[in-house]
């Protein structure tokens, strides 16, 4: 990890759980209106199929909506540090039970979080200064309460950048869902969550496009490639 150069460290060692559900919710309930409710009543049997896994217990029985979800998960928070991965793995089972693929929800919803964390978008800053690109972006996660504790990067000679997230707080969830085949997206590579939003945060700061490959997975640190196509 020498090669990598660290961003600012966030004061806080995970994201703030209800505003990171709150983002997760906000994504499930737009497919929900594609799907009805069967999106929703899969979405809640997943979350309770995780926690069952991961704490031994599952969801209270008269919980029936994502509003529910979130503040249940909410509160385990002190059981549980990081809630949200049962929501994020919940809605990658759920994907893949109803779409047969990964990533849709996660497309829908990142736009509206890039937004919310991005305040403020001026036209001179939609510049490919990588740099400048992954300080605002750590600027920006700080103070939306939904940043990794420490990330670094690389910048690559063909114009990708490599970060590296630290003990990502997803990890949970990836790992699960990995296990179970989950994370395939359709070209074949794997998904990230993290890159998802990542990537559509980029798109809203440069105007450009923005796909990634991940290159590294596991508990102590995951590496991803960026970059404009």
């Known amino acids: 990890m020498r090669d990598f150069k660290m961003l600012e460290e966030s004061p806080y060692e995970l994201p703030d759980a209800r505003v990171f559900l709150e983002l997760v919710v906000s994504s499930n309930k737009?497919?929900?209106?594609?799907y009805g409710p069967v999106y929703i009543t899969r979405f809640i049997k997943n979350v309770s199929r995780f926690l069952v896994q991961k704490i031994g217990e599952k969801l209270p029985e008269d919980i029936k909506d994502t509003n529910q979800v979130k503040e249940y998960l909410v509160s385990i928070s002190n059981k549980y540090p990081t809630p949200y991965c049962a929501a994020i793995y919940a809605t990658l089972k759920t994907e893949n039970e109803l779409m047969g693929k990964s990533e849709i929800v996660s497309r829908?919803?990142?736009?509206?979080?890039a937004k919310v964390v991005l305040k403020e978008l001026r036209t001179g800053e939609r510049k490919l200064d990588i740099n400048n690109i992954?300080?605002?972006?750590?600027?920006?996660?700080?103070?939306?309460k939904i940043a990794h504790?420490?990330?670094?990067?690389?910048?690559?000679?063909?114009?990708?950048?490599?970060?590296m997230w630290k003990n990502c707080f997803l990890f949970d969830a990836c790992q699960l869902a990995y296990d179970e085949g989950l994370l395939k997206r359709s070209d074949g590579t794997q998904v990230c969550e993290q890159m998802v939003a990542s990537c559509s945060y980029?798109?809203?700061?440069?105007?450009?496009?923005w796909d990634y490959k991940l290159l590294e997975f596991g508990k102590s640190h995951c590496v991803t490639r960026c970059y404009v196509f």
Request: proline residues 0%; negative net charge; hydrophobic residues 25%.
């Open 30 to 34: 737009e497919v929900e209106k594609t």
């Open 134 to 144: 992954l300080s605002r972006f750590r600027q920006d996660t700080i103070a939306g």
């Open 202 to 209: 980029f798109k809203l700061l440069t105007g450009y496009e």
């Open 108 to 113: 829908v919803g990142t736009k509206d979080a």
């Open 149 to 163: 504790h420490e990330m670094g990067y690389k910048e690559n000679e063909d114009g990708s950048t490599d970060i």
